[in-house]
């Protein structure tokens, strides 16, 4: 018998039992619509070998990833180059975990993933509003001719809680016809105070990672000058943890395109910090 220790490739203060979790980590490596640089369905891996770099408390909140009680089911597996089929599977099992009375924390891929998340979500919500960091607003009809595509994926989820319930932080590029439809419906915020008309509804936050300057997040598919750092984004999440999460995603990172891992390692620690305050 060996006696090891052997290597987890878990997340770091994860709960081994799914059944006495309250949220679930779901990896979902797809990236079947990247419009620039594919690469984020090599994130959930990566971003799990780095978690075991950081430490489990964070000084920000002063709390143990273990106070958290998650458990990490890994990384879904989906067809290659069906891009339906691989929601579908996305939407079956977040309506399991939601079903199952826990709370899902998803790690992708691209934001598209978001998408059947929210569907899923909604069957069991019928409050639901949206938080999303983003360098872009992905509020498109289309994207050259397809309408399931990471750049749509906000525009999709606004026909399912509507826009009024959606509040887009960060965002720093995009067509104007999209502009037009943040100003129309007041979705883009600047300040703490923007997320005050979201207080009592059923809150699900996505980040994608792209949100963050290139100087501290080079490693995604589509960097944007311009972007906050990884303080002001902490920030946004000390406001977020006296409002009612109850759901999660971090997508976006293509850990390939940062050689020095760094952007991995920024990843890891955003997603601690979330799962911390969700």
């Keep these: 018998m060996l006696t090891g220790p052997f290597l987890d490739r878990n997340w770091m203060g994860q709960n081994?039992?799914?059944?006495s979790a309250d949220i679930v980590m779901l990896g979902m490596p797809f990236d079947g619509t990247v419009s620039n640089r594919p690469g984020s369905r090599f994130a959930p891996e990566q971003i799990r070998l780095a978690s075991w770099g950081l430490e489990d408390y964070s000084p920000h909140f002063d709390k143990h990833l273990q106070d958290?009680?998650?458990h990490d089911a890994g990384d879904l597996e989906f067809p290659p180059g069906n891009t339906y089929k691989s929601l579908d599977i996305i939407e079956k099992n977040v309506e399991e975990i939601y079903r199952d009375g826990k709370r899902v924390f998803g790690i992708g891929g691209e934001h598209l993933v978001t998408l059947p998340a929210v569907?899923?979500?909604s069957k069991f919500h019928k409050d639901l509003a949206i938080v999303h960091f983003d360098a872009h607003t992905d509020l498109r009809e289309e994207y050259l001719g397809e309408e399931m595509s990471h750049s749509t994926v906000i525009r999709h989820i606004s026909k399912i809680v509507g826009p009024e319930n959606i509040k887009q932080i960060g965002i720093r590029s995009g067509m104007k016809e999209e502009f037009d439809f943040m100003r129309k419906h007041g979705t883009?915020?600047?300040e703490f105070s923007g997320l005050e008309p979201l207080r009592g509804k059923k809150i699900f936050v996505t980040v994608d990672l792209d949100v963050l300057d290139p100087s501290v997040m080079p490693?995604?598919?589509t960097p944007e000058a311009g972007g906050m750092d990884f303080n002001t984004l902490v920030d946004w999440f000390a406001y977020l943890k006296?409002?009612?999460i109850?759901?999660?995603d971090v997508v976006e990172l293509a850990p390939d395109y940062d050689a020095s891992g760094a952007s991995t390692v920024v990843a890891a620690k955003v997603i601690r910090e979330l799962l911390i305050i969700c």
């Design 16 to 19: 081994a039992d799914y059944n």
């Design 68 to 70: 958290v009680n998650f």
């Design 119 to 121: 569907k899923a979500i």
């Design 188 to 190: 883009l915020i600047h």
């Design 219 to 221: 490693g995604t598919g």
């Design 242 to 244: 006296d409002l009612d």
């Design 246 to 248: 109850i759901g999660c």
